[in-house]
């Protein structure tokens, strides 16, 4: 057991030698990597490995101990059984990564992964805020002391009913990106949050409103299913939201990436990978297919073969002037983080008040 509670063996972990830089490159059993757009929660494991990445495209979240990891996995489980007829729920699974039931290193089977839909995957230089959402980050259940831990954290969850947890931006002119975590978060008041969540949208040139307005329009659409049910409550649990922050993909057609879970088809371009397991699996594609499976290669592994910018590879590879695609398909808006989810008969008002100010929030700075 790690210091954070989480579960994880050592012997799940093999160090596959130096890379050019001089750093060991971990790959976990089964060629899993750790996840490189993990932007808050726990880390686990030795070097604290947070969140891996399978290389089949889908991220791997280690069980936490008991209850909150088996609470996640039965949660999940609950929403996306394969005989739920529960109308609420089914409408819920549009708002979650898509859950592929759980997942066991082959030699270590007591360690236990819930497998999900990466949720950055189909994006070439994804921008990612984790928001925790409500004015409570603690369970009917928890001690005082754990009460006390949580709301001191963040006194104004209560006033603002959301907390800015982590978030990676990508700047245009530096081709690089920025990242905040949740300190920065915390240090932010009612007068500033807003100026929190502009960061988010800023490229170091310009606001990104397209991407505020969609990623409003998807907010809302949880936020009518949370005014439309009673039966769970959620605590803790946040929204992953997601934009792309390439110039040069936005607006046209482009494919998607093979459904994860599943293997991939030859010549199907795949997106935004750290693994390079997983970029070995398409590497015969790489010749004659897509160019967008080349460009992606080199942003995945997050340490380009050559030294030129992104634009350069993406110019060198024929990408230049594509576009690759529609901007609905340009923002993602998921809830994860289900460890502390409770059934109930009442509207989750807590949840409901910090999505409403989130909201009112990106549709002032739109007004701006
Ligand atoms: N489905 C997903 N797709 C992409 N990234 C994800 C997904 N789920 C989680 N992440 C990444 O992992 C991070 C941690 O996830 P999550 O909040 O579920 O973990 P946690 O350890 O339970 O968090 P906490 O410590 O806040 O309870 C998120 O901030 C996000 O960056
Ligand atoms: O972000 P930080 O500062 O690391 O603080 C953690 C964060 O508040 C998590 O939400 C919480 O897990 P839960 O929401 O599951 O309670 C965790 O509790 P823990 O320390 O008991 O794991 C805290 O340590």
Excluded at 26 to 32: N, P, R, S, T
Excluded at 244 to 265: F, L, M, W, Y
């Amino acid at each position: 057991m790690s210091a954070d509670g989480q579960i994880m063996d050592s012997s799940s972990l093999e160090k596959l030698g130096n890379n050019k830089n001089g750093s060991v490159k971990q790959v976990l059993l089964d060629g899993c990597v750790p996840f490189s757009h993990q932007v808050a929660g726990h880390k686990c494991g030795i070097n604290n490995t947070g969140v891996l990445q399978h290389p089949d495209g889908t991220i791997l979240k280690q069980l936490q101990a008991p209850p909150r990891g088996p609470r996640e996995m039965n949660f999940y489980k609950q929403v996306f059984a394969k005989d739920c007829t529960d109308t609420r729920l089914l409408e819920l699974q549009q708002y979650l990564p898509k859950f592929y039931g759980t997942w066991a290193p082959r030699e270590s089977s007591h360690e236990l992964f819930l497998k999900l839909e990466d949720v950055t995957r189909r994006f070439l230089r994804p921008c990612i805020m984790d928001v925790k959402i409500g004015r409570r980050s603690y369970d009917p259940f928890a001690s005082p002391e754990k009460r006390e831990e949580q709301i001191s954290k963040y006194p104004l969850m209560e006033e603002i009913g959301f907390l800015l947890l982590g978030m990676r931006v990508y700047q245009i002119d530096s081709d690089s990106y920025i990242t905040h975590d949740q300190l920065y978060g915390r240090s932010l008041g009612k007068d500033t949050v807003k100026n929190g969540l502009t960061k988010f949208f800023h490229n170091g040139r310009e606001l990104q409103r397209y991407a505020v307005s969609l990623i409003i329009s998807k907010i809302r659409s949880i936020l009518h299913w949370f005014e439309s049910q009673t039966k769970l409550h959620f605590y803790a649990s946040s929204l992953l939201l997601v934009y792309e922050g390439s110039p040069h993909i936005i607006n046209g057609s482009r494919h998607k990436p093979a459904d994860p879970g599943t293997k991939h088809q030859q010549g199907e371009p795949q997106s935004n990978s750290n693994n390079p397991h997983e970029a070995l699996s398409f590497q015969s594609s790489l010749t004659h297919s897509h160019p967008y499976c080349h460009n992606v290669q080199h942003e995945r592994n997050g340490n380009r073969k050559r030294g030129g910018s992104v634009e350069e590879e993406d110019e060198e590879i024929g990408m230049g002037d594509k576009k690759q695609f529609g901007q609905e398909e340009a923002v993602e808006v998921k809830m994860i983080d289900f460890a502390h989810v409770f059934p109930s008969d009442c509207p989750d008002e807590s949840y409901i008040y910090g999505l409403r100010n989130l909201l009112s929030t990106l549709e002032q700075m739109l007004k701006d």
